[in-house]
T-cell receptor, first 117, second 113 residues
Framework: AQSVTQLDSQVPVFEEAPVELRCNYSSSVSVYLFWYVQYPNQGLQLLLKYLSGSTLVKGINGFEAEFNKSQTSFHLRKPSVHISDTAEYFCAVTRALNTGTASKLTFGTGTRLQVTL | GAVVSQHPSWVICKSGTSVKIECRSLDFQATTMFWYRQFPKQSLMLMATSNEGSKATYEQGVEKDKFLINHASLTLSTLTVTSAHPEDSSFYIC?????????FGPGTRLLVL
């Protein structure tokens, strides 16, 4: 089974400052990793994902994440945040297998990013 | 990516009644759909995996007789909360997709009075 830990439940940051949201995972098999963003009363939107290849993954809205296998981490970063980035961010993991069959996601507990002026 | 809709977006019902929530995949044929539940300020918890043309697979601790799932076509899955109680009040979200990407619906907010 897989598990995901997001150590920070809330991250306050000033606008235009850099931010890092931490995510660590645990798994006995290879995994795919994801970051999703959720705005109030909405579903989840995919920010970025790591499947294989380059460990630095770039996503939408200026976000990027780096896969670190030795530290089992997949931290999300943005060099300069905006007020509109205020939202809940979820890290998720699923097993990486050689089939296209859909597999359930295991989510972390989420990190609330609060951007202020 | 795939477009996923849910209906209704909001529902308020009396305790003891049943509520049906629809999840539609508008441009993706989904043999599998997932149903999640999210309590306020908490993460998404998988309830069940909906399989087209066969029985759903429920996660441990989820009552299959209370949360009825029907996946009659490649574009529609329904979740029926039977005999709803206030503790069933939550945000219900469905998703579709393959292993490499899951697309989520906008969610349905259920409030049981």
């Amino acid at each position: 089974a897989q598990s995901v830990t997001q150590l920070d439940s809330q991250v306050p940051v000033f606008e235009e400052a850099p931010v890092e949201l931490r995510c660590n995972y645990s798994s006995s098999v290879s995994v795919y990793l994801f970051w999703y963003v959720q705005y109030p009363n909405q579903g989840l939107q995919l920010l970025l994902k790591y499947l294989s290849g380059s460990t630095l993954v770039k996503g939408i809205n200026g976000f990027e994440a780096e896969f670190n296998k030795s530290q089992t981490s997949f931290h999300l970063r943005k060099p300069s945040v905006h007020i509109s980035d205020t939202a809940e961010y979820f890290c998720a993991v699923t097993r990486a297998l050689n089939t296209g069959t859909a597999s359930k996601l295991t989510f972390g507990t989420g990190t609330r990013l609060q951007v202020t002026l | 990516g795939a477009v996923v809709s849910q209906h209704p977006s909001w529902v308020i019902c009396k305790s003891g009644t049943s509520v049906k929530i629809e999840c539609r995949s508008l441009d993706f044929q989904a043999t599998t759909m997932f149903w999640y539940r999210q309590f306020p300020k908490q993460s998404l918890m998988l309830m069940a995996t909906s399989n087209e043309g066969s029985k759903a697979t429920y996660e441990q601790g989820v009552e299959k007789d209370k949360f009825l799932i029907n996946h009659a076509s490649l574009t529609l899955s329904t979740l029926t909360v039977t005999s709803a109680h206030p503790e069933d009040s939550s945000f219900y979200i469905c998703s579709v997709g393959g292993r490499e990407t899951q697309y989520f619906g906008p969610g349905t907010r259920l409030l049981v009075l």
